[in-house]
């Protein structure tokens, strides 16, 4: 089931964040700089479930949380609310190891680019590593294709 994030989920959610830094220890982007602290990241994620254009969800199964998105909006002029050439950005997806192979990240993302369209998005980006090739597929699978250095899907 899949849910906005509460902030009494975000100690549950810290574990799943760590993982994917664990998993990324390939070269980091500009985006993801060192893990310094879960404190820090705990406050972080605090501080965005009130942030206007930034959205978090979590996926329960059986009471426990064990997947984690967030979304953002980038638009070219952010003073103006969601202008019509704005793009939502697909941030983060993870899930632990034992429930992939589920259908749980496909049921993500299928909620993600709902939710993005029930917004008045028309497009979603994402980045993905090149030192996942299988990752990269999977998104295709999903409607996104290749643009520049990030994919892009149609809602």
Same mark, same amino acid.
């Given at each position: 089931?899949?849910?906005?994030?509460?902030?009494?989920?975000?100690?549950?959610?810290?574990?799943?964040?760590?993982?994917?830094?664990?998993?990324?220890?390939?070269?980091?982007? +500009?985006?993801?700089?060192? *893990?310094?602290?879960?404190?820090?990241?705990?406050?972080?994620?605090? =501080? #965005? !479930?009130?942030?206007?254009?930034?959205?978090?969800?979590?996926?329960?199964?059986?009471?426990?949380?064990?997947?984690?998105?967030?979304?953002?909006?980038?638009?070219?002029?952010?003073?103006?609310?969601?202008?019509?050439?704005?793009?939502?950005? +697909?941030?983060?997806?993870? *899930?632990?190891?034992?429930?992939?192979?589920?259908?749980?990240?496909? =049921? #993500? !993302?299928?909620?993600?680019?709902?939710?993005?369209?029930?917004?008045?998005?028309?497009?979603?980006?994402?980045?993905?590593?090149?030192?996942?090739?299988?990752?990269?597929?999977?998104?295709?699978?999903?409607?996104?294709?290749?643009?520049?250095?990030?994919?892009?899907?149609? *809602?």
């Amino acid at each position: 089931m899949i849910k906005e994030i509460q902030k009494q989920d975000i100690k549950e959610v810290l574990p799943l964040i760590e993982l994917m830094y664990n998993i990324h220890q390939v070269e980091l982007p +500009f985006f993801m700089p060192p *893990l310094a602290s879960l404190d820090i990241l705990e406050e972080g994620l605090t =501080k #965005m !479930i009130t942030l206007e254009g930034f959205y978090q969800f979590v996926y329960r199964s059986e009471g426990k949380i064990v997947g984690y998105m967030d979304m953002s909006v980038h638009a070219p002029h952010m003073d103006l609310l969601f202008p019509c050439d704005a793009t939502m950005i +697909f941030d983060t997806l993870i *899930l632990y190891p034992e429930y992939r192979g589920q259908n749980i990240a496909e =049921k #993500m !993302i299928d909620f993600a680019k709902q939710h993005a369209k029930n917004l008045g998005f028309k497009t979603m980006e994402l980045h993905v590593l090149t030192a996942f090739p299988k990752l990269h597929d999977h998104y295709k699978k999903h409607g996104f294709k290749d643009v520049s250095n990030y994919m892009t899907c149609e *809602l």
